[in-house]
Each structure stands twice: as structure tokens, then as C-alpha cells.
Nanobody
Framework: QVQLVESGGGLVQPGGSLRLSCAASGGIFGVNVMGWYRQAPGKERELVASITTGGSTNYGDSVKGRFIISRDNAKNTVYLQMNSLKPADTALYYC?????????????WGQGTQVTVSS
């Protein structure tokens, strides 16, 4: 079955950087859009960034100029480089991917990785 494996979350100080990774595997014919959402307690889930197979990107307003999304199509992996981190960036970050399996396009989500920005 298709799985998304996330890594890179943790605790960082304000102004620091962190890099998240997410790899898709298992019976995949092709991976289309990949990206990241985040959710803090008591708040709605929001888009952080997304990227198409061709490299077109989209960012949430709160992270523009600070975060960079990229991908390695050969490895079915998406990355999120987070710079100039703020306490407001503290949240559970979820990886997602639109994946073609058995001729059908399906949405898959990772289990989430915690990012905490605090001194």
C-alpha cells in the first residue's frame, strides 16, 4: 500500500532553520502534486506549500519569503526548507501527495511531524 514517510521535525530556536522530508512509496505509478499542510491546536489546517511535477510552487501567505519547497521526482520525495522560524510556525506538519495507483488518482497523507519553535 502507498505510504508517506516524513522526517525532520523537532525543536528549534526562533530565527533558526529546519528541513522536512517526505518520501512516497508502495505500488505507485506516478506522483503528481506534493506539498505540506500544518495545524496548530485550536486552529484550522492551512496550506504551507505545494509543488507540481513540473516545479510550479504555491505558498501560504504566512511563509512566503521564508520557506522553500522542492522535490526529487526520481525518489518521489518532497522537501520543505524552513528558515527564519517564528513561534507562530509551531504546528503539526502533514505531508500530502496526489498519487496514481491502479489507474486512479488518489490523495494520501503522512501521519504528521511536530515542529516546535521556542527559546
Amino acid at each position: 500500500q502507498v505510504q508517506l514517510v516524513e522526517s525532520g521535525g523537532g525543536l528549534v530556536q526562533p530565527g533558526g532553520s529546519l528541513r522536512l522530508s517526505c518520501a512516497a512509496s508502495g505500488g505507485i505509478f506516478g506522483v503528481n502534486v506534493m506539498g505540506w499542510y500544518r495545524q496548530a491546536p485550536g486552529k484550522e489546517r492551512e496550506l504551507v506549500a505545494s509543488i507540481t511535477t513540473g516545479g510550479s510552487t504555491n505558498y501560504g501567505d504566512s511563509v512566503k519569503g521564508r520557506f522553500i519547497i522542492s522535490r526529487d521526482n526520481a525518489k518521489n520525495t518532497v522537501y520543505l526548507q524552513m528558515n527564519s522560524l517564528k513561534p507562530a510556525d509551531t504546528a503539526l506538519y502533514y505531508c500530502y501527495a496526489d498519487v496514481t495507483v491502479r489507474g486512479t488518482l488518489l490523495n494520501y497523507w503522512g501521519q504528521g511531524t511536530q515542529v516546535t519553535v521556542s527559546s
